[in-house]
Nanobody, 117 residues
């Protein structure tokens, strides 16, 4: 398993959670890392990417923070001031260039976040 997501759970509105995505090997070999989410009946959407110091969906700006740590090869998503509309399965994604047009595109298994009102 190359990406292992964890940290989801049930939280009340206004609460916080921190999601983790453990990466096998050197985390900095990936040139793109991000968190996506998919709510029931909706398409998967980008929540935050590590590019440019952190890029965020408008719906989570100011509340979520993405980071990666080379000491434990983990991608994090700190989620504060959670809202019921943040309820979704959250997935981590990591990509890197291999050679030519080839890219490696890895996904974690998903972790469920449920925010109660």
């Amino acid at each position: 398993v190359q990406l292992q997501a964890s940290g989801g759970g049930l939280v009340q509105a206004g609460g916080s959670l921190r999601l983790s995505c453990a990466v096998s090997g050197n985390i900095f070999r990936f040139d793109y890392m991000a968190w996506y989410r998919q709510a029931p009946g909706k398409p998967r959407e980008l929540v935050a990417s590590i590019a440019a110091g952190g890029t965020y969906a408008d719906s989570v700006k100011g509340r979520f923070s993405i980071s990666r740590d080379s000491t434990d090869n983990t991608l994090y998503l700190q989620m504060n001031s959670l809202k019921p509309e943040d309820t979704a399965v959250y997935y981590c994604n990591a990509q890197r260039h291999l050679k030519g047009w080839q890219r490696e595109d890895l996904w974690g298994q998903g972790t469920l976040v449920t925010v109660s009102s």
